[in-house]
């Protein structure tokens, strides 16, 4: 399956949004936010964020991608999703 | 006598914490789970002391409204006695909206246990297991079978129950880890606490005041900690007020009671007397009254399991390993295993081909956490190799508000210099050493 960085940004945006209020913090997520340290993904949030990728855009994410270089914007997580989906 | 069924999805080891909420999460998920606890709650348990942060799993398992209406103890923050210095940190001053609190342990265990029965868990008390049988676990590929096999403390029948996977939150008795062989200690650290209780102690309040205990609902209190003056700051006190009595524990290195201790003094005697060395503690204890016959003490160990999670079983909390408990991170760090754990189970049931990978994302965020919690408090800590990556991670993947505590807690203990191995953020650092405050006490 192929992504526009749109296609792969919009899904991945209004996630975010939604754990942002889920958890009452105002914010406006920005493909450069930083979600961990603006606490819209805490430990919890990660293990759900994780499940949230692989179902919407069918990709494996394993234990070694689990790194700040990948999971600190929305941005990274683009990109992130991008390997994998060319990897295949 | 409660009903066991011959099979069914999960079986949960323990009724602590972690079992109880491993168990309430997957029971929500829709699965059948069976929870074995080798006791009948409420039962008496120590570790009193909880972060802020456990009310997310509480959330979580909608046991958040017990928890408020049971009235436990809302604590501020810290006071840390180090070196001849006396600092205190608020959590409000990192950004904490929710409290932390001073629990009971038979109540707050309590409250969790019978949550998890209304969430349709089976729970059985007063069961012990005796082993599982992993022997049928499939091929990595579908889903096998595990035996557990129990006996009701009553009798002497040994019987089993079928399950596919097994959740074990057995605390220090790591039912599984001890079967398996996984569990690893780390010899440099052999420690024993030694605690009691007492009634009417003082307490320090998140201003650096003194609080007679006739205070505690109304201004809230901080966990005290204190190093004790002999042990190289390796032995600690810990002073947590519940709405009774205070728990009062030392957390000594065995090589040193071996050396403080000679065979006619009683452990109620020892424990005074090393109580009685510290003047601030002692200001505190003036209208304090020991209770009688409350002097407990264990051997414990720093361990944990070089897996943490394998072909039909994930360990949760004390049965993933232990380490020093100044920071109490303990309760929390359970809750989040049992998270992690009913997370991952939930997968694997659902996507059989990838149980592999399952397993390894949660031993990754398992192991991470109990390496930082071993750089935090371990005397000798040691960087060792994948551990020390993964829990270099781990600290980057928390947000600002965590890292900012840890990197607070950490000074105040002078064991930051481990930490530094772990973490490099100057700025946060700084930001978060300006938030502790001196504690000035006439101690005369």
């Known amino acids: 399956m192929k992504f526009t960085d749109q296609e792969t940004l919009a899904p991945l945006i209004s996630y975010l949004e939604n754990e942002a209020s889920a958890r009452q913090i105002s914010i406006d997520i920005t493909p450069e936010t930083d979600i961990l340290n603006a606490g819209v993904i805490d430990s919890l949030g990660l293990l759900n964020l994780i499940a949230f990728l692989e179902e919407t855009f069918q990709i494996d994410i394993d234990a070694a991608d689990v790194l700040l270089e990948n999971f600190e914007t929305p941005n990274a997580l683009r990109n992130l999703i991008k390997g994998k989906l060319s990897d295949e | ?444």
């Open chain 2, 1 to 444: 006598m409660t009903f066991i069924p011959a099979k069914c999805d999960v079986v949960v080891i323990g009724g602590g914490p972690a079992g109880s909420l491993a168990a309430t999460y997957l029971a929500k998920k829709g699965y059948e789970v069976v929870l074995l606890e080798q006791q009948k709650h409420p039962r008496y348990q120590v570790g009193e002391s909880l972060l802020p942060d456990f009310w997310k799993y509480c959330d979580a398992a909608g046991a958040t409204e017990q928890m408020i209406a049971e009235g436990f103890v809302k604590k501020a923050g810290g006071s840390v006695d180090w070196n001849g210095k006396i600092n205190r940190i608020s959590f409000k001053d990192f950004g904490y909206t929710r409290p932390a609190l001073h629990v009971e342990r038979d109540r707050f265990d309590y409250i969790l246990l019978e949550n998890a029965r209304r969430a349709g868990v089976q729970v059985a008390e007063e069961v012990s297991v005796i082993s599982v049988d992993f022997s049928d676990t499939g091929n990595g590929n579908s889903v096998g079978s595990v035996k557990v096999n129990y006996r009701r403390n009553a009798d002497s029948l040994t019987e089993s129950l079928s399950c596919r996977y097994v959740a074990d939150a057995s605390g220090q008795n790591a039912v599984v880890g001890r079967q398996l062989g996984l569990r690893v200690f780390d010899e440099g650290f052999k420690f024993m606490s030694v605690w009691g209780y007492f009634e009417n102690s003082s307490y320090l309040s998140a201003d650096g005041k003194i609080q007679p205990a006739s205070n505690v609902l109304e201004i809230p209190p901080t966990t005290y900690v204190s190093a004790l003056p002999q042990g190289d700051g390796w032995a600690w006190m810990w002073h947590i007020i519940l709405r009774e009595s205070t728990s009062l524990g030392l957390v000594v290195p065995i090589s040193w009671v071996r050396e403080t201790k000679t065979g006619e003094e009683t452990w109620e005697a020892w424990y005074l007397r090393q109580c009685g060395k510290l003047p601030l503690l002692q200001k505190l204890l003036t209208d304090a009254r020991l209770v009688p016959d409350s002097v407990r003490l264990v051997r414990n160990y720093s361990y944990r399991s070089k897996e943490v999670a394998g072909p039909g079983f994930f360990l949760l909390g004390d049965a993933a390993g232990f380490i020093d408990p100044i920071f109490s991170v303990g309760i929390v760090f359970g809750m989040y295993s049992a998270y992690a754990a009913a997370h991952m189970i939930d997968r694997c049931f659902r996507q059989n081909n990838r149980q592999a990978a399952f397993q390894e994302m949660f031993s990754h965020q398992i192991q991470s956490r109990l390496e930082l919690g071993r750089s935090l408090a371990l005397p000798y800590y040691q960087e060792s190799g994948a551990a020390h990556h993964l829990g270099r991670e781990a600290m980057r993947l928390s947000g600002e508000q965590a890292q900012s505590l840890i990197y607070a807690a950490s000074s105040l203990i002078n064991r930051s210099t481990n930490f530094d191995k772990l973490a490099d953020n100057q700025d946060l650092r700084h930001a978060a050493l300006k938030k502790l405050r001196p504690v000035e006490i006439d101690l005369s």
